[in-house]
């Protein structure tokens, strides 16, 4: 049994996030993963928006990845997790995990690679002792913890003896 939880933020699903297919569209997750859950998991490790305002530095995504597992519509309770899973001296590698909240299936990942950047400069720079001790911190609960079957992965279509499979 884990002796901390991972970060979670929670959000409900808004009318205007919901599709001709009457479910969230698929902009709308990363929305939800973006405006939700990596601003308050930056917040909760101190690199978040007051941190920018004071240092002028900053995260930038280089990349992410949506996995869309299960539908959610209108009025659906969402818990979003978030777990660090690497860093180094200017990335952090993580992924957030979208629950329904009442019936508690897996709905959507978000994987992450973001790199700290000197708004002065506009260039990468290095996270501080004190930062990477609080993210050496957040490692350690989240490895208490796995990550989805398919995290880190590349996307890509599998083709069988050089035709398509479908």
């Not at 941190?51 to 002028?56: D, M, R, S």
Request: net charge negative; glycine share 8%.
């Amino acid at each position: 049994m884990p002796d901390a939880e991972l970060f979670t933020t929670f959000t409900e699903v808004k009318p205007e996030w919901i599709d001709y297919n009457g479910h969230m569209n698929m902009g709308y997750y990363l929305v939800a993963f973006d405006h939700i859950a990596t601003d308050e998991f930056y917040d909760s490790m101190n690199i978040g928006t007051v941190h920018k305002q004071a240092l002028g530095k900053t995260t930038f995504t280089l990349g992410a990845n949506i996995d869309f597992i299960r539908e959610v519509i209108e009025g659906d309770k969402l818990r979003l997790t978030s777990q660090l899973v690497e860093y180094d001296r200017k990335r952090l590698h993580y992924i957030h995990c979208m629950y329904h909240a009442e019936e508690g299936y897996l709905a959507a990942t978000n994987e992450c690679l973001g790199m700290y950047i000197d708004l002065g400069t506009r260039r990468s720079t290095n996270f501080t002792d004190e930062q990477m001790a609080r993210f050496q911190q957040e490692l350690e609960r989240g490895q208490q913890f796995s990550v989805p079957e398919k995290f880190a992965r590349k996307l890509g279509i599998r083709r069988r003896h050089g035709g398509y499979n479908l």
